[in-house]
């Protein structure tokens, strides 16, 4: 079973840089639902929802901003809006909707107070290592690597630039050879039957 983590989280999308901030007691639980929704089609967040379906699971990372108590989720994650504003969320006022706990907006002097509180915190994104470590941990197993085609998507849109004739091949080229790897991990219905038979 794995550790609850009671931090402030971030779902970005890699390219782009937008993101999707929420808090947690227990991260790995929060992930599953984030990614079971989304694979689902089922997200509450249309604007995430909409950006997963465009570019795929692979185009997003999921990291741990913050390890917080979870007294003090709500303030944080209020502070972590303000700095970064992130474009996936609704509202950028922290809420606990999902607790049933009702509160009225933060204050510009409690604003104020959370901002001078976090004076002195790491606002970049996590170290290798720490991307590396949840990356493993994501639902309970490691998540494959980067496809060549989600690798070639990436960087292209990271430097701003259209894709040239070349990395239009190679994104063929990839997704011909994603097909093939599929087929031979999904195998038909007519070829089990086959296999079946053959055992006889």
């Not at 971030?10 to 599953?32: C, E, F, M, P, V």
């Not at 994650?77 to 922290?94: C, G, H, L």
């Not at 998540?143 to 989600?150: K, V």
């Not at 040239?164 to 093939?180: G, V, Y």
Request: glycine content about 4%.
């Amino acid at each position: 079973m794995l550790m609850q983590i009671s931090c402030i989280y971030a779902i970005t999308h890699i390219a782009s840089g937008k993101q999707y901030i929420g808090s947690t007691k227990d991260y790995n639980n929060r992930l599953y639902v984030h990614l079971y929704h989304l694979r689902k089609d089922t997200h509450h967040n249309m604007l995430l929802q909409r950006s997963f379906n465009k570019h795929g699971e692979e185009a997003f990372q999921f990291e741990i901003l913050e390890e917080v108590l979870p007294e003090n989720l709500l303030e944080d994650e209020q502070w972590w809006i303000d700095q970064r504003k992130p474009v996936f969320n609704y509202s950028m006022t922290a809420n606990r909707h999902a607790l049933g706990l009702k509160r009225s907006p933060f204050s510009e002097e409690h604003r104020a107070n959370l901002s001078a509180s976090h004076k002195g915190k790491n606002l970049g994104p996590c170290s290798e290592e720490t991307k590396a470590k949840i990356r493993a941990k994501l639902i309970g197993k490691k998540r494959a690597p980067h496809s060549e085609e989600a690798k070639i998507k990436i960087a292209a849109a990271q430097k701003g630039k259209q894709l040239s004739d070349e990395h239009k091949l190679k994104l063929s080229a990839a997704r011909i050879k994603s097909a093939q790897s599929k087929e031979t991990k999904n195998p038909t219905r007519d070829a089990i039957i086959k296999w079946l038979r053959s055992q006889k």
